[in-house]
């Protein structure tokens, strides 16, 4: 079992910039991919980023150049930085992490952008 607690949503203006960070209760690198994927009210859950092992990552094209995913194998953490923000995304932002066949998700945090 992995618990994922992800932190750092909130209330921001179009244009700024939110960190979420997803901790991890086992060390990450004993999972692959990590990622962040984002659910918006009547949208089903999308994915907006990944990254492996060996840290290739994979952006959904709607973020590409705006967001960074990133890890911290020490600390057991997964970063999404999000630059540029925009009203289409806000939604609710679940971590997620894969164990060969099992897919781990965290709790969500409101990532909530006003125009």
């Known amino acids: 079992q992995v618990q994922l607690v992800e932190s750092g949503g909130g209330l921001v203006q179009a244009g700024g910039s939110l960190r979420l960070s997803c901790a991890a209760s086992?060390?990450?690198?004993?999972?692959?991919?990590v990622g962040w994927y984002r659910q918006a009210p009547g949208n089903q859950r999308e994915l907006v980023a990944t990254?492996?092992?060996?840290?290739?990552?994979n952006y959904a094209d709607s973020v590409q150049g705006r967001f960074t995913i990133s890890r911290d194998n020490a600390k057991n953490t997964v970063y999404l930085q999000m630059n540029s923000l925009k009203a289409e995304d806000t939604a609710v932002y679940y971590c997620?992490?894969?164990?060969?066949?099992?897919?781990?998700w965290g709790q969500g945090t409101q990532v909530t952008v006003s125009s």
């Open positions: 997620n992490a894969k164990d060969y066949s099992t897919s781990y």
């Open positions: 990254i492996t092992r060996g840290g290739y990552t």
């Open positions: 086992r060390p990450i690198f004993t999972m692959n991919p």
